[in-house]
């Protein structure tokens, strides 16, 4: 195959023996530092490990990462851990195998090519031994000799099927998430602090909630530092009730300065911008016949995840030990030491299992919460969990975005010039990148550290707001530009596809515009204009054998499909998505074929159950979700206020792989969001007439359109 | 005050001493150290504390241990185990109906539920059942078949 390019953790972290293991008894042991955030990682790791290996897979055990013995990999985001793990494992794995194979044909006096290997023992002459005989503490020392891995010359992956291993854990209760270790000795705490990141303290209010919290039967300890409130109690029970103690005083006033629903795109544009051009091609055309523009959107969202944001922290001999279901336990490492005024030695932080993550939520923050209240505890190890209304209001938002397209095509209908603008706050505020801790509860003691504005990742290692911001098709002339907002009333961060929601729904709505103005077929015309990508060509055709695109089928009223496609980051999985829409008061989503290539398919149905979550995610993102904002703060808390989608809701979903065992294997998570929110939009104007542009297409929304382009 | 309280939890009769408002989850969870039903939201709106109260439905969360009292509590725990699963964790670990598992617990508890009182459901009736059960990672379609799979088990 196109050898994988060597990742970036691998060339930091080049010794053997800090990604691989193997015991007497042969199991293998791989460390690898991405962790598991319900996306089931590990178990395409082991499959890599096992195939590269040749050997079962249920002989490889995944070490939990911590930076006691982990490799540091930076953040597990933006799809990367099958393509920088993955292929670190995929490396150090061919390295070990054949390091083995050549001390076997040394000790026998056989070639190297004489040397067969199955099930994970070498054999030649009648001889036979296994790794757990040949791979020595020496031959782990050597730096991985990344020439090993061998061409696979269209040999697909064969160890997919084998299911996850902790499905079973799951499906018995016997599973351990974080929110269920329980240390002896254990301490529950809880941190109190309002919705905003700058806020006055009411004191007569909370000098009358102080012994109001004392008084209660279980608490021991109240601590106040800044805008925080923190208490340690012997129960979970104690707690609820101090959390409804202080919900009802109003101990904070809030002060941010928000835009209200319908305001947010020009809210976006009429604050300071730093803007960059993030492509620019001017190449010879011929002259523009028509000009197709509309502007794009969405409000902020919400992680909502079903679980609640835990960690757990000791302080022991000046040291601080931190469990925790952060995506980078180096980076919430070095800004713990930041925010406590500690070396990055006397940190530890180990990785253990949450509920999914989709971006950057809780996680490194309640670990700050528990280290910041464990120095009270006295040595004991505390616990510290968010309630529901915290995970909703503390954790931060999805930034809203804008986004323009101008677009023009030429007497024949075909692409000549397009622009695209961006508009949106930076798509990160993750601890470990700067010289201040990006910590939300670092931000609100007595003597805070500078709140971080967010940024955007450079456009060569995927962008933020700018990620699919170039169209993926054929166009002499291009100018696409991002606009960071610099104002922040509300943290933002990321979440799960960044910039690639709004994008792709704005150049796939653009796509779908521009054909049905010209009369084309929506499929036909993006086709016409990939001619130069034939990975894109084949997904948008798959998609559209799926979906029996081509043929006429009676034309139900109210009911309609549409067409999406992107290149997640333009540098991903290719992912083609069509959807059946129905329309009455609201629009439900019916169907969705969806096709996508991750190059090599690791685990098929891994691979399979990312895209279809990840489809119905968006959906539920595009059609019904919007946090809902105040000057205090974030009012959506609950399930209520900010709904998802829910069973009857969740369209039927149908996902088709197509398997490049010759290319580099590609994340699957993300690759399907943004595809989907256009589809869906695409759909919409199938069955109405209606183009919808800015999420959510709710029922208020569909009905404002529709009233406006007098459908 | 703290009482003591009675009642039969996964098929043995167990007595704990609780706030009479504590709520069931903080018991099962705390006290009686079973961690399958979780805590998603403390408000009865998300199913992830789905536990069996004689039988039916109900969310751990929002029942007081002082409601619990006196009824069969079954818990994900005393569902099935390895040797013995019931038919829906056989299924659901078939069709591999999870990605971070979170919502699972409440998941097969609510569909044990749904199977007592009608053991060949349409998919329709499956996800209505369900509909107060949240999933975050997108994996309502897969538990439908599950559920449907164990159903014709």
């Not at chain 1, 254990?186 to 919290?213: C, D, I, K, N, Y």
């Not at chain 1, 805070?448 to 170039?470: E, F, K, Y």
């Not at chain 1, 009857?648 to 994340?667: F, I, N, Q």
Request: glycine share 10%.
């Amino acid at each position: 195959m196109t050898r994988p390019p060597v990742p970036e953790g691998l060339r930091a972290h080049p010794r053997l023996g800090q990604w691989l293991a193997v015991a007497p008894d042969g199991r293998i042991r791989a460390t690898p530092g991405k962790v598991d955030i319900g996306q089931g990682i590990s178990h395409a790791l082991r499959l890599i490990v096992a195939e590269e290996l040749q050997v079962a897979p249920l002989l490889v055990d995944m070490a939990p990462p911590s930076t006691r013995h982990s490799p540091d990999e930076a953040v597990t985001s933006g799809s990367l851990s099958v393509q920088h793990s993955g292929a670190a494992l995929r490396f150090a794995a061919a390295h070990l195998r054949e390091a083995c194979r050549a001390r076997f044909a040394q000790r026998i006096g056989v070639p190297t090519a004489a040397v067969t290997l199955a099930a994970g023992v070498f054999r030649a002459r009648g001889e036979r031994a296994g790794y757990g005989e040949l791979a020595d503490a020496g031959l782990l020392e050597a730096a991985v000799d990344t020439s090993h891995l061998a061409p696979r010359d269209g040999r697909a992956s064969a160890l997919g099927a084998l299911g996850r291993g902790d499905v079973a854990e799951k499906v018995f209760g016997e599973f351990q998430y974080i929110q269920d270790l329980a240390p002896d000795g254990m301490v529950h705490g809880a941190v109190f602090r309002p919705r905003t990141l700058q806020a006055q303290v009411h004191e007569t209010v909370w000098s009358r909630l102080l012994p109001r919290l004392e008084a209660i039967e279980g608490v021991s300890q109240v601590v106040r530092d800044g805008l925080l409130v923190g208490v340690l109690a012997e129960g979970e029970h104690a707690l609820a009730q101090a959390a409804e103690r202080v919900t009802l005083a109003g101990l904070w006033q809030g002060e941010a300065e928000v835009p209200q629903p319908h305001e947010i795109a020009g809210w976006l544009q009429s604050q300071p911008l730093d803007s960059v051009v993030i492509e620019q091609r001017q190449d010879q055309a011929p002259a523009a016949a028509r000009t197709f523009r509309a502007d794009y959107g969405r409000g902020w969202l919400q992680h909502a995840s079903i679980g609640l944001c835990c960690a757990l922290a000791q302080w022991t001999d000046g040291g601080l030990q931190v469990w925790s279901h952060t995506q980078g336990i180096f980076n919430l490492r070095r800004d713990l030491a930041l925010a406590f005024g500690l070396q990055v030695d006397a940190v530890t932080v180990s990785h253990a299992e949450g509920a999914g993550c989709y971006g950057h939520n809780g996680a490194d923050d309640v670990a700050f919460d528990a280290a910041w209240l464990a120095r009270h505890a006295g040595g004991r190890p505390v616990r510290l969990q968010w309630t529901r209304q915290q995970e909703m209001t503390n954790s931060p938002l999805a930034p809203a975005m804008a986004v323009r397209v101008e677009a023009s095509v030429d007497a024949e209908g075909r692409l000549v010039a397009w622009s695209q603008d961006v508009w949106s706050q930076g798509h990160g505020t993750r601890p470990g990148r700067g010289a201040t801790p990006a910590l939300l509860g670092a931000w609100q003691t007595a003597e805070p550290a500078p709140v971080l504005m967010a940024v955007n990742q450079p456009p060569n290692t995927g962008g933020g707001s700018d990620r699919n911001s170039v169209p993926p098709y054929a166009v002499p002339r291009l100018d696409v530009r991002n606009h960071r907002v610099m104002a922040m009333p509300l943290r933002v961060s990321a979440m799960r596809a960044l910039g690639a929601h709004v994008n792709v729904l704005a150049a796939e709505s653009t796509m779908d515009e521009i054909a049905r103005a010209l009369d084309r077929d929506p499929l036909a015309y993006r086709l016409e204009h990939l001619a130069h990508d034939e990975r894109a060509r084949a997904v948008l055709q798959e998609a559209a054998r799926l979906a029996r695109w081509e043929e006429p089928g009676a034309h139900e009223p109210g009911v309609g499909r549409g067409l999406g496609f992107a290149r997640y980051k333009n540098t991903g999985a290719y992912c083609a998505v069509v959807a059946e829409v129905e329309v009455q008061q609201l629009a439900r989503v019916r169907r969705l074929w969806i096709a996508a290539d991750v190059g090599l398919v690791v685990h098929p149905d891994g691979a399979r159950n990312q895209i279809e979550g990840g489809a119905i995610q968006a959906a539920s993102w595009t059609l019904l979700e919007q946090a809902d904002l105040g000057p205090a703060g974030v009012r959506s808390e609950d399930w209520e206020t900010y709904p998802i989608h829910r069973f009857t809701d969740v369209p039927a979903v149908e996902v088709a792989l197509v398997d490049r065992p010759d290319s580099p294997s590609l994340g699957a998570g993300e690759c399907s969001i943004g595809p989907t929110a256009a589809a869906i939009a695409n759909a919409i104007h199938d069955a109405l007439g209606i183009r919808m542009r800015v999420m959510p297409f709710s029922a208020d929304n569909l009905m404002r359109e529709a009233q406006r382009q007098g459908a | 005050m703290p009482a003591e309280f009675a009642f039969t939890l996964n098929g043995q009769a167990t007595t704990v001493r609780a706030e009479p408002a504590q709520s069931l989850l903080d018991v099962l969870r705390g006290t009686c150290g079973l961690k399958a039903a979780r805590l998603g939201c403390g408000l009865g709106q998300c199913g992830a504390c789905t536990v069996l109260v004689d039988g039916e439905a109900r969310h751990a969360c929002d029942t007081s241990m002082e409601a619990a009292a006196g009824h069969d509590i079954t818990t994900l725990e005393g569902l099935g185990t390895r040797a013995d699963p019931h038919p829906l964790q056989a299924a659901f670990a078939l069709e591999q109906a999870l990605q971070c598992g979170f919502c699972t617990s409440g998941m097969l508890m609510c569909s044990a539920a749904l199977l007592r009182r009608n053991p060949l459901p349409g998919e329709q009736e499956i996800r209505e059942a369900l509909n107060g059960n949240l999933c975050r990672c997108g994996v309502h379609n897969r538990i439908v078949r599950a559920v449907q799979r164990a159903a014709k088990a």
